[in-house]
């Protein structure tokens, strides 16, 4: 994190200096949409392994990295991709293979502990999932997590209302702090001194960002500093906040990036087929990921015709009428 | 009697339970078309509401997501997900949301899994985990519950507890800590089960035309109360029409 | 709290509705920006009593509550009207003559305190304050506190952190949240509904809005609901928060509003000549609040040359060049 | 040597206390000016930051408070409260900010009053209270005190510990729980006072041209090391010239 005004990077080289074998890493975007899909690619094609990965509800980035067998461990509230896979099909081979930890929290438990992480909080509270397995079951156990100082001691601890009753709570949850090493985004506008803009719904890609020691920004847009203090209030992360500004055109590509594209259900729909098929899934990777050398070369080989049936509508920023099925 | 499918009378048995003025969260699927249809059958200025953050979006098309952007046109606001899980957790407007979610498993109290078959640290079977129905269902005023009637579904026991329901019936929930709501109702292929005020178990509230008590007794891991089902109205042709035409004429959903 | 489509009141009927002797008050705004201030001389001209009142930081509002005997009890990190006075003056003799009982915060305590209330949680953590007054000296006392259900048991609560040094913290203050009965706030633009658009900074308005039961708004453009949902990611508070929507041209007058008007500085320093003089305060309201029937009367009073003075420029979005000696 | 006043003095003698690449935190009043006089001086590329949520604000006019329009203009981010205190609190970020306050009262420990003179529940005289003072000096990695060198302002204990400064001495913030950081510098109208990096004890670190230790001490209820002190340097015509006409040609701040 710098002031430094010019930080524009390269794909390749923001991957090199950040995502270091080991490291935790969170990515942003949710399910299909918004996933720093160039950047996941990379890392994939980087071959990097044994990421510790945090995520709350991420869905085709968290697949991907799991199926190219770079992430050792995993906190998550949801592993989906909507209609497209209701539960990510690598992940739950990886999971029940027994080759990927993992450890359940709840949406709004990962949102606060993004969010506590920003905040420079070790926990926040929640009432979320008192009586619930998620406070009873640990997935990372008491002696691992005692080893490793990068993880807290307690999955979560329940405490009583130290102002008995007030807010008319007898119990609460507090959820540890996550602080990733490095988070990565992908946002619809960004300049140079890395000011980020993201249109539509934020998820939690601004506390991502925040807890986070180091931040890669990919963005669709490099807008001059000016234009975006036009309107500041539609502008999310100030630059002392980003280390890497990295323009890549439909860099959420297959997830979808509001006002700009939408998934690509035919895309999607071959990834399932694919992940399905444990001999398949090495000729998708081979084909989509290893065998291409940059985002722009993928997006060359899907070609310009569907790439433009997705194209967002400027009126309702999504493809309208698209074929889904 | 017009034609309809199962999913059809599911989708539309969950939009009767809509109340006008309800915030209604939505989860992805069956749930959305739910939500969509209650605003054109009963309850016009219920509030279709995503844990992305998204309130009040104006669904053109359905979404195959909650953060599909479709969600994201035309809202009142579109905030967080930190913004929209406080508002189910706040007081206020927290007991006035209904909650919508499916699960792998249920038990008589409608707890739910959507997490793992099997032992969690040596999962036979992974699902996708909790998102937000965990907080959800440990906030809201009222939840309502689509499952398929399976007897693997519907067992005397979750393998892991994702989402509170009534825990161990009466008084449980503010024992652990949670709000005074919980599940109101679960919508099957084959039937409407409601919660017993008293006991907090599931009771069988009514049957889908065509479909008998005994049917439904077969297909659960558990005994219910059969004794207060009456049979649910099927479909009218307004309400498919709704259904098939406004919301999802693709059937990216229905079928 | 509702979602009828049509929330238009008039101010009158809803400060008489919603602010009512005794109630728990909290009124947005920043010591001399956007409070709230047509609603705060309704309330001042009903006469409403014994107002236990929350701020953050709200200068000209609290002040002139105080200066008009509205005030039995007040929470607050600060009660300062910039330049204009430093500190706010009538608060100043309120407290040095006993009159008002003060509990002090710091500002983020308080903001977190609200942001508590918007959450459903009985506190939130922080490290602001340790080994400080704030913690140990208690403006309401234990006796008070217990004996009044609207108040929390304590304080302020010290714990030690049950992560063990997670996040580099060994020890943590809880804040108590605050709900309101209502909170009032002065916006830029809302619909009929209740979505509101907040200009330029928001402050901690949405937070004290969402911690409380209800919540009135008065703007100074009422918006067609459409207009509004063109650009989502500029509106903060959904209308489902909102019970009164109360449109009142220059309602934060003579505090600044964004992109509106500025301060009005001829205003505020003849407000701090008269605030000095406990002879001349009595005349400063009757000629000011309680010798004019509404905002308007006020505004028609001060007269159309001072106001075309403080009107905003539309490129920086206040008074460029205003005299503000 | 140009005329000079001694509010003059202080603007610059902070201005130059800020390194390239700080973080800003700006109270009210010269402390504004001090940053943005820093801007031009000697870091170019400082930040300025309110509390209320504005980064990097475009400060075409001197704002009279830190909600002031005139910080909410051109700014990177037009955040909230909750946002700006966590940037404080924020461990990464945190560390990079400088707060500059004022205070009413200060002790040889830079611990300071901005509440009450005397008893706090009967106060002869009663101030603004903490706003985000307390905060600030309790997150951030540098702080920097603006003082009239008054003995009832320099005094052994301060009436009310509104921020927390070095508290006792030598590991007490770490003992309570608060950041690393701590006071660095007190700007009077006087002289630059610094703090002893073992016994965190105030020191007199230099003297305003003209102003010898022995007025220092005169103006200080509690003794303080006068050995360490060298002149410092006074305004030069470019600093005044940006101070006088960039800053604040209208004397807002400066009369």
């Keep these: 994190m710098n002031n430094a005004e010019d930080k524009l990077l390269d794909l390749t080289a923001a991957v090199r200096r950040y995502v270091t074998d080991g490291c935790h890493l969170s990515i942003g975007g949710f399910t299909i ?11 994939m094609r980087q071959r990097v392994r044994n990421l510790h990965l945090y995520a709350h509800s991420n869905g085709q980035g968290v697949d991907e990295l799991i199926g190219a067998g770079c992430v050792a461990a995993l906190e998550i509230a949801y592993a989906g991709s909507g209609r497209f896979a209701p539960t990510c099909i690598r992940f739950r081979k990886a999971v029940e293979a027994g ?14 502990r993004f969010l506590a992480g920003a905040m420079g909080l070790p926990f926040l509270p929640t009432r979320s999932a008192l009586g619930s397995d998620i406070i009873k079951k640990w997935g990372f156990r008491a002696s691992r997590r005692k080893s490793d100082p990068r993880l807290p001691n307690h999955k979560l601890v329940v405490i009583d209302n130290p102002f008995e009753g007030w807010g008319n709570a007898q119990r609460l949850v507090l959820v540890p702090a996550i602080q990733p090493d490095v988070t990565i985004l992908h946002v619809q506008q960004a ?3 890395g000011t980020v803009r993201i249109e539509g719904l934020p998820f939690t890609d601004v506390e991502q960002a925040k807890s986070a020691r180091h931040v890669i920004v990919t963005c669709e847009e490099l807008v001059a500093t000016d234009r975006l203090r036009e309107e500041p209030e539609r502008n999310q992360l100030p630059f002392f906040c980003v280390d890497a500004v990295v323009p890549v055109s439909m860099g959420a590509y297959p997830t979808a990036c509001y006002r700009h594209y939408d998934y690509d259900p035919v895309y999607l729909n071959n990834y399932r087929q694919a992940a399905l098929d444990d001999d398949r899934y090495p000729d998708y990777l081979d084909e989509f990921v290893y065998g291409v050398e940059s985002h722009e070369a993928l997006l060359d080989r899907i070609g310009i015709d569907q ?16 074929d889904r099925r | 009697m017009p034609d309809y499918t199962g999913r059809e009378m599911m989708a539309i048995a969950a939009a009767r339970q809509i109340n006008d003025g309800d915030i209604v969260f939505c989860g992805t699927g069956i749930s959305m078309l739910a939500a969509m249809a ?20 104006r669904l053109e098309e359905v979404p195959l997501a909650v953060a599909d952007s479709r969600v994201m046109y035309g809202t009142a606001v579109n905030g ?37 078959i099997g032992d969690y640290s040596r999962p036979r079977v992974r699902f996708s985990g909790s998102g937000g129905a965990c907080d959800v269902a ?15 579904k519907f067992v005397r026991q979750v393998d892991y507890l994702t989402s509170p329901g009534w825990l161990g019936g009466p008084g449980q929930r503010e024992k652990k800590g949670l709000s005074a709501g919980g599940p109101a109702a679960v919508i099957t292929n084959l039937a409407l089960m409601g919660f017993d005020t ?36 099927p479909p009218s042709e307004e309400e498919l029409r709704i259904l098939r035409e406004v919301c999802d004429p693709q059937r990216l959903i229905l079928n």
């Design chain 1, 33 to 43: 949409n918004r996933n720093p899909m160039a950047a996941v690619y990379e890392i």
């Design chain 1, 99 to 112: 080759t990927v930890a993992v450890e359940d929290y709840s949406n709004y438990q990962m949102t606060l």
């Design chain 1, 191 to 193: 300049d140079r001194q």
């Design chain 1, 307 to 322: 790439l433009s049936r997705i194209q967002a509508d400027p009126r309702t920023g999504y493809a309208v009428g698209l």
């Design chain 2, 38 to 57: 209650a605003k054109h059958i009963c309850a016009p200025s219920s509030v279709i509401f995503f844990e992305t953050g998204a309130v009040d979006s």
């Design chain 2, 80 to 116: 967080s997900l930190a913004d929209s899980f406080a508002v189910m957790q706040n007081p206020w407007t927290g007991r006035r949301v209904v909650g919508i979610m499916g699960a792998a498993q249920i038990d008589p109290y409608g707890n739910l899994n959507s997490t793992v």
């Design chain 2, 138 to 152: 440990s906030f809201v005023g009222r939840t309502i519950i689509f499952m398929q009637h399976e007897k693997r």
């Design chain 2, 198 to 233: 008293q006991t907090r178990k599931m009771f069988l509230q009514g049957c889908f035309p065509g479909v008998t008590p005994r049917q439904i007794l077969d297909n659960m891991s558990f005994e219910v109360d059969i004794s207060r089902s009456r049979e649910i109205a």
